[in-house]
Each structure stands twice: as structure tokens, then as C-alpha cells.
């Protein structure tokens, strides 16, 4: 199985969008991995599978009907793990924090996926994965997203957002915005889809992923992103991988757009 991920071309799509990625039939060879938490807004769509679901895990198959199969990712706080049976045609975009609202009306997180079904998106994905050469796909899903783009205003949100990349604790990011914590958690949960800590705990892990390119060790890693010490960091892993980070580098390429452990 063959796949390819691409960062937006259109300098405003790059602000909002973070990648997509296109899964290829290039043989019949089965795939697993694991997939770890994020706070992006992630849209699926598989062309002629059957797809069985729980809770950290998804299994993937081709299907003989015909069909388009599409799957919504924003709470992603566990690991997953993935299993396709065979290679399939597949198109997944994923969306920066608060950036899916800009291409859609939907006023909550809740309201996301209806909000994407009743578009027009699928039958883009059709002629998308109908075309073979990457660059027209590239250029029908970048023209699709401008043409859906409206600026929207969410400047408490971004706020918000900002806020969670600095030092400050919940109860000072509220009172720095001059609202309640109940308040912004309620934000954070309209806008974001999950709790102000448990977004924050996974941006931060997702900000190591980053720095371990550059820190020399993990005791200066933890520091490097505000975790209070390594105990911290190891916790903080566990919860949101099942593996400490030494064996979590050691067999996961951080270099990589999608960071998956492949079993």
C-alpha cells in the first residue's frame, strides 16, 4: 500500500489545511499500524470498501458494491490501530485547529459531520480519485476548498488556542480572556471537540514528536515543552501512546507526516 502525503500549494489553503494524504492500489498486501492522538479535524474518504469500527480501532477492506465511504476524526485521544486488508483508494485531509470552519457552516464540533455530508465533498472525492494524475487531483481538491473558503470570526477561539502554547495555567488563560474556566472549557469543546486539558496535553505531546529532532536527550525535551519534569513526559506518553517515549522513538520515524507505528 502505497501512501503520499502532500502539504497544501495555495498559500491560503496552508494556513487552515495541514496535508492530505492519497492511499493507492499498488498491491494486495495487508497493513497495520497505530495511529496516535492529535488535535486535528480529520476527513476520510475510502472509494469501494467496507469498513468495521470500535474505539482504537478501524478495519479496512474492499467491498464488490459500489460505494464511498467517509469517517470523521476529531476526538481522536487514544491510539488507534489500523488494519487494511488489501490496498484501497482513499483521500485524507487533515484541517489545523478551528481552520474546518472556515470551509464549512457548521457552528459546533457536534454539527461537523452532518454539516460535511449534506456538501458537496463526496462527489468531489469521486472525480478526484477518478483521475489519475496527482497533480489534477491536487488541483481539484485545493480549487474545491478555495471555493468553499469564508473567513470567519473566531478571534476567542484563536485566542484561546494561543494561549494553550504558553505557560499559563487554565485558571490564568480564563482570566487573561476575562471569562470563567467553565466558559472556556465550553469553548474548547465547541470549537476544538475536546476539554481544554485534554487538548492541551495532546498538543503538547504532538509538539515533542517535533522537537525530537533537535533535543539531545529527554530530560531536555520535558523542559523544552513545558512538561514539568521527565516523570511527566513518561506519563504523559503512556496515557496517549501505551509505550514509554525512549521505545516510542526508538521504532515510530517522527520525521514523517503521519507518525505510525506500523506492527
Given amino acids: 500500500m502505497k501512501v503520499t502525503f502532500y502539504q497544501p500549494v495555495h498559500p491560503r489553503l496552508k494556513e487552515y489545511i495541514e496535508g492530505y494524504y492519497f492511499v493507492e492500489k499498488d498491491d494486495d498486501q495487508p497493513v497495520r499500524y497505530c495511529t496516535f492522538p492529535d488535535n486535528y479535524f480529520i476527513i476520510s474518504a475510502c472509494k469501494d470498501v467496507s469498513i468495521i469500527q470500535d474505539k482504537g480501532w478501524v478495519e479496512i477492506s474492499r467491498s464488490p458494491s459500489k460505494n464511498m465511504m467517509m469517517d470523521f476524526v476529531f476526538r481522536c485521544s487514544v491510539p488507534t490501530e489500523i488494519f487494511y486488508h488489501q490496498s484501497v483508494d482513499e483521500v485524507t485531509v487533515y484541517f489545523k485547529p478551528l481552520g474546518i470552519y472556515h470551509f464549512f ?16 465533498y463526496k462527489d468531489i472525492i469521486n ?3 477518478k483521475e489519475s494524475d496527482r497533480q489534477i487531483q ?9 471555493s468553499k473558503f469564508r473567513q470567519r470570526d473566531l478571534r476567542l477561539a484563536y485566542l484561546i488556542l494561543d494561549d494553550f502554547e504558553t505557560e499559563l495555567s487554565i485558571e490564568e488563560i480564563a482570566a487573561k480572556n476575562k471569562i470563567t474556566r467553565q466558559y472556556l472549557n465550553k469553548v474548547s ?6 476539554p481544554a486539558s485534554e487538548f492541551r496535553k495532546i ?24 512538561f514539568y519534569d521527565q516523570s511527566h513526559l513518561n506519563k504523559n506518553f503512556k496515557e496517549l501512546t501505551k509505550i514509554s517515549p525512549g521505545k516510542f522513538f526508538d521504532h515510530v520515524d517522527t520525521e514523517q507526516n503521519n507518525i505510525w507505528l506500523f506492527i
Fill in 138 to 146: 491536487i488541483e481539484i481538491l485545493e480549487n474545491y476548498w478555495l
Fill in 105 to 120: 457552516n457548521a457552528e459546533t464540533s457536534n454539527d461537523l459531520p452532518q454539516e460535511i455530508l449534506r456538501s458537496d
Fill in 189 to 194: 469543546q465547541r470549537y476544538l471537540a475536546k
Fill in 203 to 226: 498538543q503538547r505531546f504532538r509538539k515533542v514528536l517535533v522537537s525530537n529532532k533537535k533535543s539531545i536527550n529527554l530530560t531536555a525535551l520535558s523542559y523544552e515543552n513545558l
Fill in 127 to 129: 472525480a478526484t480519485l
